[in-house]
């Protein structure tokens, strides 16, 4: 498809609020696409077919789903039910300033030392004017982050863009893998990883184990080892084994919020953020993927972005402990805000 062609396509499809996805998998060369043929959002169940799933962080067990109605191809016929009059949003996320960041993080910081937490990952939004059509901004991230899970999608409301290097739980013919993903920096660095950043990846790591000795499912893991991100490298490790389709639905909701994107203990890492985050996450650290009978590719949504009109709002976000300095925890935010920087 020609990038005139597929502007064109997601124009009709957002103006006429026809939920759409695109997407493109980790060591895929090709991207793929689909839309529903009305506007009518369903949510995520056991008799979902093929489509993709769109959760927010906070879904109390609720997803989101968008039909594979179509294929999304260079041309869209009268069947489509559009709205003449979409809707009007200004729903734009609260910007932390530097200054807010750091107070905000200090005061994390303070409250893991009183032992009310020990992890929490806090978040910002940073605001850039776009002058590229969505489209080409997709198709750009797919071609420079290969590795990712490169997703464009919208349920409605809003365009989602981004490229995730964090897999929650895919299915491929009853093989499961999910990951444990943390610790963050740059990837030219020669630094080691220090206390700071195995603490954040152990947490992890016990956490999803936890959660598979918890369902009795046996599994294989490996690392931790160290994997690049774009701009980023992480500590990783990984989580493989089988896995019959109903605890799929069981294990996905169970899975999220990992440590990664909420903190240790989840619960009260939630209370945290919710009383620190002066902006709502939205979309940002929940899950996102196609779905198939047989194969289903879930990943956390991360460095991601919400688009309204010509603004770009960067979700930007990292795991705060005892250890944590907020001036280095400012400038590992300015680095994974490169991912996304780097298409402009």
Same mark, same amino acid.
């Given at each position: 498809?020609?990038?005139?062609?597929?502007?064109?396509?997601?124009?009709?499809?957002?103006?006429?609020?026809?939920?759409?996805?695109?997407?493109?998998?980790?060591?895929?060369?090709?991207?793929?696409?689909?839309?529903?043929?009305?506007?009518?959002?369903?949510?995520?169940?056991?008799?979902?077919?093929?489509?993709?799933?769109?959760?927010?962080?906070?879904?109390?067990?609720?997803?989101?789903?968008?039909?594979?109605?179509?294929?999304?191809?260079?041309?869209?016929?009268?069947? #489509?039910?559009?709205?003449?009059?979409?809707?009007?949003?200004?729903?734009?996320?609260?910007?932390?300033?530097?200054?807010?960041?750091?107070?905000? %993080?200090?005061?994390?910081?303070?409250? +893991?030392?009183?032992?009310?937490?020990?992890?929490?990952?806090?978040?910002?939004?940073?605001?850039?004017?776009?002058?590229?059509?969505? /489209?080409?901004?997709?198709?750009?991230?797919?071609?420079?982050?290969?590795? /990712?899970?490169?997703?464009?999608?919208?349920?409605?409301?809003?365009?989602?863009?981004?490229?995730?290097?964090?897999?929650?739980?895919?299915?491929?013919?009853?093989?499961?893998?999910?990951m444990a993903l943390a610790?963050?920096?740059?990837?030219?660095?020669?630094?080691?990883?220090?206390?700071?950043?195995?603490?954040?990846?152990? #947490?992890?790591?016990?956490?999803?184990?936890?959660?598979?000795?918890s369902k009795k499912i046996?599994?294989?893991?490996?690392?931790?080892?160290? %994997?690049?991100?774009?701009?980023?490298?992480?500590?990783?490790?990984?989580?493989?084994?089988?896995?019959?389709?109903?605890?799929?639905?069981?294990?996905?909701?169970?899975?999220?919020?990992? @440590?990664?994107? %909420?903190?240790?203990?989840?619960?009260?890492?939630?209370?945290?953020?919710?009383?620190?985050?002066?902006?709502?996450?939205?979309?940002?650290?929940?899950?996102?993927? @196609?779905?198939?009978?047989?194969?289903?590719?879930?990943?956390?949504?991360?460095?991601?972005?919400?688009? +309204?009109?010509?603004?770009?709002?960067?979700?930007?976000?990292?795991?705060?402990?005892?250890?944590?300095?907020?001036?280095?925890?400012?400038?590992?935010?300015?680095?994974?805000?490169?991912?996304?920087?780097? +298409?402009?």
């Amino acid at each position: 498809m020609q990038e005139s062609d597929l502007i064109k396509v997601i124009d009709k499809l957002q103006k006429g609020e026809i939920p759409f996805a695109l997407w493109s998998l980790p060591g895929s060369s090709a991207w793929e696409g689909i839309a529903q043929n009305n506007s009518h959002l369903e949510n995520y169940n056991k008799d979902s077919r093929e489509g993709f799933i769109v959760s927010p962080f906070k879904n109390n067990g609720i997803a989101k789903f968008i039909r594979a109605d179509k294929k999304i191809e260079n041309t869209f016929s009268e069947e #489509y039910d559009l709205h003449e009059n979409p809707k009007s949003i200004d729903d734009s996320p609260w910007i932390s300033s530097r200054s807010d960041y750091l107070k905000q %993080c200090e005061s994390i910081i303070n409250s +893991i030392k009183e032992g009310k937490a020990e992890k929490v990952v806090l978040s910002r939004v940073l605001k850039q004017k776009i002058t590229q059509h969505p /489209a080409i901004l997709f198709l750009k991230l797919s071609a420079i982050y290969p590795e /990712a899970m490169v997703f464009l999608y919208f349920i409605g409301e809003y365009l989602w863009l981004g490229a995730s290097p964090e897999t929650l739980l895919t299915v491929d013919n009853g093989k499961f893998t999910t990951m444990a993903l943390a610790g963050s920096l740059a990837v030219d660095s020669n630094k080691e990883w220090t206390v700071k950043e195995n603490m954040e990846q152990a #947490y992890v790591e016990e956490y999803v184990e936890d959660i598979l000795l918890s369902k009795k499912i046996d599994f294989i893991k490996g690392g931790p080892f160290t %994997c690049i991100a774009g701009p980023v490298k992480h500590l990783l490790s990984t989580f493989q084994g089988n896995i019959s389709e109903t605890l799929f639905n069981e294990l996905v909701f169970e899975l999220h919020p990992t @440590p990664a994107v %909420c903190g240790i203990p989840v619960n009260k890492a939630k209370s945290i953020i919710e009383n620190t985050e002066l902006h709502q996450r939205r979309d940002y650290t929940g899950f996102i993927g @196609p779905v198939k009978e047989m194969n289903k590719h879930i990943f956390v949504n991360l460095r991601s972005s919400m688009i +309204i009109d010509d603004m770009m709002y960067l979700y930007l976000g990292g795991g705060i402990t005892k250890d944590s300095i907020a001036e280095e925890e400012w400038k590992e935010t300015e680095l994974k805000a490169k991912t996304l920087l780097s +298409i402009l």
